[in-house]
């Protein structure tokens, strides 16, 4: 398994401002996906981030709006950018060491 | 999209067996299929994975037909910590295979 930290764990925002979320994994991994979950709702795939090259990012999602950032092999950070109330979520990083792990997840209030 | 089928909701009594069904008519030859479960305001839990043979760990055996087109997440001995949302998703194995999350299976385990 993988030791997953993020933070910050949980966060109330305003309208319009932004929120970096980072990732910290106890070991080395080749990818790191990101997802966000809604209220009630399952998980839908954001972008998946390698290290050294600029994410790729599912339907839906855009970079402007979601950059993402893989500095090393340990650690990511998400942007949620220009945030409105529809952003409200729960997002989750998961590295992949064979199979992908999930950490607690951020989550994100916009008032 | 998701490619699996999983009934929204099924309940088991505690300490009997919990059998999980998950359609994939359309899975490839080199997909898995992985099961995870989210419990509630928890990240998603790995439980287990298989190609096309049974496989069974310490939490869970996974039972998979032999074309390929379905397969069953058993429980053995449930307990009321065993209520969760269970995912069926099927995905390439250890090359940025990304998983792909539909609605999964609540499981309601009652004493």
């Known amino acids: 398994s993988a030791v997953i930290s993020q933070k910050p764990s949980r966060d109330i925002c305003q309208r319009g401002t932004s929120l970096t979320i980072q990732c910290q994994v106890d070991s080395q991994v080749t990818m790191m996906f990101w997802y966000r979950q809604q209220p009630g709702q399952s998980l839908t795939l954001i972008a998946t981030?390698?290290?050294?090259?600029?994410?790729?990012?599912e339907s839906g999602f855009v970079i402007d709006k979601f950059p993402i950032s893989r500095p090393n092999l340990t650690f990511s950070t998400l942007t949620v950018s220009n945030m409105s109330p529809e952003d409200s979520s729960i997002y989750l990083c998961?590295?992949?060491?064979?199979?992908?792990?999930f950490g607690p997840g951020t989550r994100l209030t916009v008032l | 999209d998701a490619k699996t089928t999983q009934p929204t909701s099924m309940d088991c009594a505690e300490g009997r067996a919990a059998n999980l069904p998950c359609n994939h008519s359309t899975i490839s030859g080199n997909e898995y299929v992985y099961w995870y479960r989210q419990i509630h305001s928890q990240g998603p839990q790995y439980i287990i994975h298989?190609?096309?043979n049974n496989e069974t760990n310490e939490m869970a055996s996974l039972i998979i037909t032999e074309d390929r087109k379905s397969s069953t997440l058993i429980l053995p001995h449930a307990t009321l910590r065993d209520t969760a949302v269970y995912y069926c998703?099927?995905?390439?194995?250890?090359?940025?295979?990304?998983?792909?999350f539909g609605q999964g299976t609540e499981l309601s385990v009652k004493p």
């Open positions: 998961s590295p992949e060491r064979g199979k992908q792990f």
């Open positions: 981030a390698n290290q050294g090259s600029e994410a790729t990012y």
């Open positions: 298989g190609l096309k």
């Open positions: 998703i099927v995905a390439i194995y250890n090359q940025g295979g990304k998983l792909i």
